[in-house]
């Protein structure tokens, strides 16, 4: 794995507010917590029946080709389901960590470090909280997600600073703030959900270093320049997009994969989680002013552009 070099990691920094950094790193270092805080005596009941779910995810299995396989497949489904999650959450944290290490080695920006310092100890401590609680509560763990990794493995191969911070803090830590807060209210025992809850504190930090670090940033660039970072922007979307038709599911249920994937790409409530999933992302990307035409097609595309996400300034610019 190449090296971020010299000449761009040095120019990290050199316009961002010292008494931002020292602020979010003060937060950061008042808001930690630790493996011990948390109730692991708190049961999972992994398998067992769950409390009837919402309407309208209910009515969205009753509606798909998946309810010929009976009410109480529904449940076997949902705990499936949660424990695929928790696997994408560990692959990510295990991905941010690895990134957020190499980073802090190359950020010569000493306010800079200070906060990449909190988020590596953040990032290792979501990979032993998710660990234990995947060995100890899960029965049959899925096997790691490698978007996460290619995503992150791309943004350290490039030499330019902007994209390590783009990879990891806008789209891998955005995707995790949202699905952790999603989680945290729909997951089924109160142990993964309170682990959610903090996770998320920790991860909207991140998601605020890097809106701070690339803060006017995009503003500088050439429209080549710019159509180098839309591009690194939509293979990452893909990617995620990718690894989100549940193909782990399917196999283990013995469910024809066809019938996976219809629910998937048909089925409304999997249309609204994958959107909530993906609206920080987008918000981040309105601020930064990176959200192209293109990307906003790709999102529209697949019905998933928040109604809230403004365009950015190149928009007129027929990047």
């Given at each position: 794995m190449t090296s971020l070099s010299a000449t761009s990691s040095e120019?990290?920094?050199?316009?961002?507010?010292?008494?931002?950094?020292?602020?979010?790193?003060?937060?950061?270092?008042?808001?930690?917590?630790?493996?011990?805080?948390?109730?692991?005596?708190?049961?999972?009941?992994?398998?067992s029946p769950l409390p009837e779910d919402s309407a309208f995810a209910l009515a969205a299995f009753q509606n798909s080709s998946l309810s010929r396989y009976g009410r109480s497949f529904w449940d076997v489904f949902r705990w499936e389901f949660q424990s695929w999650m928790i696997t994408?959450?560990?692959?990510?944290?295990?991905?941010?960590?690895?990134?957020?290490?190499?980073?802090?080695?190359?950020?010569?920006?000493?306010?800079?470090?200070?906060?990449?310092?909190?988020?590596?100890?953040?990032?290792?401590?979501?990979?032993t909280v998710f660990t234990r609680y995947m060995n100890e509560k899960i029965p049959a763990p899925y096997p790691l997600s490698s978007a996460f990794v290619t995503i992150l493995r791309d943004a350290l191969n490039d030499s330019r600073w902007d994209f390590a911070v783009l990879g990891m803090q806008i789209v891998v830590e955005g995707v995790a703030l949202a699905a952790f807060r999603l989680a945290s209210k729909t997951f089924h025992d109160e142990l993964i959900r309170r682990i959610c809850r903090l996770a998320a504190k920790d991860e909207a930090r991140h998601v605020s270093f890097g809106l701070l670090s690339l803060d006017g940033f995009y503003k500088t660039l050439t429209l080549s320049e710019l159509k180098q970072r839309e591009e690194f922007v939509l293979e990452a979307l893909n990617l995620l997009g990718k690894s989100f038709v549940l193909s782990e599911i399917w196999e283990r249920l013995g469910i024809n994969k066809a019938d996976g994937f219809g629910f998937m790409k048909s089925?409304?409530?999997?249309?609204e989680y994958r959107r909530a999933i993906s609206m920080k992302v987008q918000a981040c990307l309105g601020r930064l002013e990176l959200m192209t035409p293109v990307i906003r097609g790709h999102l529209e595309r697949f019905d998933l552009l928040s109604p809230n996400t403004p365009a950015a300034f190149q928009e007129s610019q027929q990047l």
């Open positions: 120019s990290w920094g050199d316009t961002v507010s010292r008494s931002r950094l020292i602020a979010l790193n003060s937060k950061a270092k008042g808001q930690q917590w630790n493996e011990s805080d948390l109730d692991w005596t708190i049961p999972s009941a992994f398998g994408q959450f560990l692959s990510g944290e295990h991905a941010a960590l690895l990134c957020a290490n190499r980073l802090l080695e190359k950020i010569p920006n000493e306010d800079a470090k200070a906060c990449l310092a909190c988020q590596v100890v953040d990032e290792a401590r979501h990979v089925s409304s409530l999997t249309h």
